[in-house]
């Protein structure tokens, strides 16, 4: 067996090595197309400016510094070629990687290019390129993404218009595909497309507790935020922590609010008849999976594609038919709410900025590089790798992994230097739907999800996600918080559980002046006030 992953690794390093070069012809005469600088349809790389550009770069947690391959990773190694550059990286294993970024940015040998995430960045704003003049008319890529969206912008701007950090984007539709026993939907004859009001699904529970009482109906990983959020956001219009109320358009708590009183009196009655699942405050991945494979759960949540992927992988393996994953409607709200749901789009990851005291020539070209990311061919290199290489391309026009390819990395027998990723590409990149794997992904599920919340109005943007706070303001909001959220989980749990009695309910609202939730709107609000102030200066 040794033998042969031996030879199908080095029958695709033969493949890949072949690629680069296809590949490397074919960008290099397409990149007038991909909205990039003019520069490379007027000269070869050969011709231009040599750049050696240095990175700081965080290492993802399961990852050590023997883990780099001394030759560098793929794509960076076809990035240095395509556009004339040599990268210096500078890895930081991630347990003290905060650490290591402000010793790095309080010294004078700051890299040309810093990475982490935006807080981190945001407060050394100071120390890098203003880049609305450099990318506007020259990135088209760049600026449609940055530029073209004031939600997009509100996120990424900081509060003098300028952008500074270019924010890695993720269209996320997959946390709202519940998975769900489709096989039992089909043998108990339920019709999911007639289920729409939380009382239509409360008889949907019912009916499975009463066809099967070891199965539980609903269960979730997220605790209380899973019964809360999940399972109610799209009703109530409220979320559990903060959020925007489109009502009056201000920042609110939804524990706080009058709104949660029904939402926690209605999973009461759920948690009472065993209709959601009796462990949810303590649930975690071992029991979740525990209850899966003993054919215990009805319907889950899971916002994570791998643990959702596994979760119908095993199914199958138990004999559930195909349709073990399945869209299902969202719990509607009625005429006067605005429901909400637990989309995201598009969200922000990790962010690079460039350091101001990197030259001009060298910001370009590094934005260059960037907008190459965004463009279709990019996109597909940064996400996918290489066609018939890493991935190819179905009947039905869908993105497949080259099950050889895949075979070798999992079973760790093709060298990291070989396996189609880099440092800088995967940096700055959109991800589709929140998953970069193809195998993670299920197209049908996702379209069918998103067409019902559309369909039901439901899909809105976080804009709590537009707050960016002052390094005084996030100091303040994090002492609050420790209480508040401590006060607001072991409450909601025992008011749904049935341990107190909800006569107790004003007294718990009222309780929470002790803990200044007046002075954490406060700052919330002021903040909402300035990304908002932002976007009525938009740029466009």
């Known amino acids: 067996m040794k033998k042969i992953t031996k030879i199908v690794a080095v029958f695709l390093c033969l493949i890949m090595a072949f690629s680069v070069v296809a590949c490397s012809k074919t960008k290099n005469s397409n990149d007038s197309k991909t909205g ?3 520069n490379n349809d007027t000269a070869s790389q050969s011709e231009r400016k040599f750049y050696k550009i240095s990175m700081y770069s965080t290492l993802h947690a399961s990852s050590s510094l023997e883990d780099i391959p001394k030759e560098g990773f793929y794509l960076d190694r076809l990035y240095e070629e ?9 890895y930081v294993p991630s347990a003290n990687s905060e650490e290591v970024f402000n010793i790095t940015m309080a010294s004078n040998d700051i890299p040309d290019i810093m990475t982490g995430n935006w807080n981190n ?17 020259k990135y088209k890529n760049l600026e449609k993404y940055f530029f073209d969206d004031p939600y997009v912008y509100a996120l990424s701007a900081e509060p003098n218009g300028q952008i500074k950090i270019l924010n890695m984007l993720s269209e996320q539709f997959l946390g709202d595909t519940l998975l769900v026993r489709g096989d ?14 939380k009382e239509d699904w409360y008889e949907v529970f019912k009916l499975v507790k009463e066809k099967n009482p070891n199965m539980v109906p609903y269960m979730t990983r997220k605790k209380t935020e899973g019964v809360i959020q999940r399972l109610c956001e799209g009703w109530s219009g409220i979320k559990q922590y903060v959020f925007v109320d489109e009502k009056d358009n201000t920042v609110k708590y939804g524990a706080a609010d009058p709104r949660m009183k029904e939402v926690v009196t209605w999973l009461r009655k759920l948690y009472q008849e065993g209709l959601i699942d009796q462990e949810y405050p303590t649930t975690d991945t071992t029991k979740w999976q525990e209850k899966l494979l003993n054919d215990g759960i009805f319907l889950t949540h899971d916002n994570a594609p791998s643990r959702i992927t596994w979760a119908a992988t095993e199914w199958a393996n138990l004999g559930v038919t195909d349709k073990y994953l399945i869209a299902v409607p969202p719990i509607q709200p009625d005429a006067n709410t605005p429901g909400y749901t637990t989309i995201h789009y598009p969200k922000l990851r990790g962010g690079l900025a460039i350091y101001v005291g990197a030259e001009k020539g060298k910001v370009d070209r590094i934005l260059e590089m960037c907008d190459y990311n965004f463009s279709e061919e990019g996109n597909i290199l940064v996400n996918y790798g290489i066609e018939n290489v890493s991935f190819y391309y179905g009947e039905d026009g869908l993105i497949y992994d080259v099950p050889e390819y895949r075979q070798a990395v999992d079973n760790k027998t093709m060298p990291q230097k070989d396996q189609i990723k880099g440092t800088f590409a995967s940096t700055i990149r959109l991800e589709p739907n929140g998953v970069y794997t193809p195998q993670y992904r299920r197209y049908q599920a996702v379209l069918d999800a998103a067409k019902m919340y559309e369909d039901g109005g439901l899909i809105k943007r976080n804009w709590v996600e537009v707050i960016r706070f002052s390094n005084d303001e996030q100091k303040e909001i994090n002492e609050l918080n420790a209480n508040i959220k401590t006060y607001t989980d072991e409450n909601l749990d025992k008011f749904i559980m049935g341990v107190k009695s909800m006569d107790e309910w004003d007294a718990f609202v009222e309780g929470y002046k002790q803990f200044k939730l007046d002075r954490y709107l406060e700052i919330y609000n002021a903040a909402y006030k300035r990304a908002m102030d932002a976007i009525g200066s938009y740029v466009k």
Do not use: C, M, P, Q
């Open 36 to 38: 990039n600088n003019s």
């Open 82 to 90: 395509k556009f004339n550059v040599k990268f210096d990286f500078r």
């Open 121 to 137: 960045l945001h407060k050394y704003a100071d120390a890098f390129w203003d880049l609305n003049d450099f990318i506007i008319g």
């Open 184 to 197: 039992l939907i089909e043998k108990w004859g339920i019709d999911l497309s007639k289920v729409k009001t």
